[in-house]
C-alpha cells in the first residue's frame, strides 16, 4: 500500500490517459494492417477473430450491471448493451455491423458465428476480460472499459487507410467503425466519471491504473495471437 497523496483529479485522468502508448494502435500487426502490408487472408483472420470479441462485449456488459446496484448507473450502461446487440427495430447494432465487416472481406455469417476460426489465444484473453467483469467490483469493471480513450483514433485510421490500401474491401463493410467513433466517445465520459468518482486514494488510483493496463494486455495479446496463427509467409490470398 502507497502512502504517497492522492493525485488531483485532472492528474489522474493525465494518468489514465498516458497508458494510451500501450494501447493495440501499436501493435505491429495493426500497424502493418493500417499501412497496407496485410494480405486478404491475413484481414479475414483478423476480422474472424475479432468477431469473438465484438460477440462477448455484451456479456461483459450485463455483468457490470448484474454487479452495479446504482439504478443511474444501469440505465446508462445498458445502453452498451443495446449498442451492439441492437434493439430488433431501428438499430441493427454492433454485432451486425461486424457481419456486414465480414461479408465485406468475404466470410460467411454461418462461419463466423461457428468460430470454427477463433484461435485459442483469442479466446484465452476474451474469456479471462469477460471472467473479470463477473467477479471484480463493477467500479473496476467499468474502469476496465476505459481503453475506449484510445478507441476513436484507431477506428478513424482504418476509416482513412483501408479504402486506400484494400480496394477489394466493400466501404459500405466499415460501417462499425464509423459508428464506435461517436458511440466510444459517449462511453468514455460516463465510464470516465465513474473512475474519477469511486479511485479517490493513491492507492485506489493506482489500482484502477493497472486495471486498465490488464484490458489494454488483454487486448494487445489478442493481437500477438493473430499475428502467431497467420505469418506472412503461411497466409493464402
Avoid at 461479408?103 to 489465444?121: H, I, K, R, Y
Avoid at 476480460?129 to 478513424?156: D, G
Avoid at 489500482?207 to 497466409?235: G, H
Wanted: glycine share 6%.
Amino acid at each position: 500500500m502507497t502512502d504517497n497523496p492522492a493525485w488531483s483529479r485532472g492528474e489522474f485522468e493525465a494518468q489514465l490517459r498516458a497508458r494510451g502508448a500501450g494501447y493495440h494502435v501499436h501493435h505491429p500487426f495493426n500497424v502493418r494492417m493500417n499501412d497496407g502490408l496485410l494480405r486478404p487472408g491475413q484481414i479475414r483472420a483478423w476480422v474472424a477473430n475479432r468477431f469473438y470479441y465484438q460477440v462477448n462485449i455484451p456479456r461483459k456488459d450485463a455483468a457490470i450491471l448484474a454487479n452495479c446496484p446504482d439504478r443511474a448507473t444501469r440505465r446508462k450502461w445498458v445502453r452498451r448493451i443495446l449498442d451492439h446487440d441492437g434493439n430488433g427495430e431501428d438499430n441493427a447494432g454492433g454485432i451486425e455491423a461486424w457481419l456486414r465487416l465480414g461479408a465485406a472481406v468475404g466470410l460467411d455469417a454461418d462461419a463466423l458465428w461457428s468460430q470454427q476460426d477463433v484461435v485459442p489465444g483469442v479466446r484465452f484473453a476474451v474469456d479471462a476480460y469477460v471472467n473479470f467483469a463477473r467477479q471484480a467490483p463493477w467500479q473496476e469493471a467499468v474502469c476496465s472499459s476505459l481503453t475506449e480513450m484510445f478507441a476513436p483514433q484507431i477506428h478513424k485510421d482504418r476509416l482513412a487507410n483501408w479504402p486506400v490500401h484494400y480496394g477489394w474491401i466493400d466501404p459500405d463493410g466499415l460501417q462499425y467503425f464509423r459508428s464506435r467513433i461517436r458511440l466510444a466517445e459517449r462511453d468514455v465520459e460516463h465510464g470516465l466519471q465513474v473512475t474519477l468518482d469511486h479511485f479517490t486514494t493513491r492507492a485506489a488510483q493506482e489500482r484502477a491504473l493497472d486495471i486498465l493496463q490488464f484490458k489494454l494486455d488483454i487486448l494487445w495479446a489478442m493481437l500477438d495471437a493473430i499475428e502467431k496463427a497467420c505469418p506472412d509467409s503461411e497466409v493464402p490470398q
